[in-house]
């Protein structure tokens, strides 16, 4: 995939919020690889901040209509992962400082 491509995906995941910590899935750090084939079809590889999170529907949700609006995506799968396990230190700077973490 071509790298202004992913740029484009991953600025699209910005505006993917996550609703329980009011910060965006590319900067807490949960989006771990973007992936399109030939068909456009966008594979998404993430995880979440907690395994029983109640609004993982709705986050899953809210990415695959925040690549809709790319006409290079055909359509989008979102796989769920839980290795590596998700921590602070994969959120960004900004992330930390929304949050007030140090």
Known sequence: M???L????????????DPELGVDIVNLGLVYDVDMDEDGLTHITMTLT????????????????????????????????????WTRDKMSR?????????
């Open 6 to 17: 992913k740029e484009n995906i991953m600025g699209a995941l910005e505006q993917v919020v």
């Open 50 to 85: 907690s395994m029983g999170c109640p609004l993982a529907p709705i986050i899953v949700d809210e990415v695959k209509k925040a690549l809709a609006d790319l006409p290079e995506v055909k359509d989008t799968e979102v796989h769920i992962v839980w290795n590596p396990p």
């Open 2 to 4: 071509e790298e202004a």
């Open 94 to 102: 900004y992330a930390k400082i929304a949050l007030g973490i140090q």
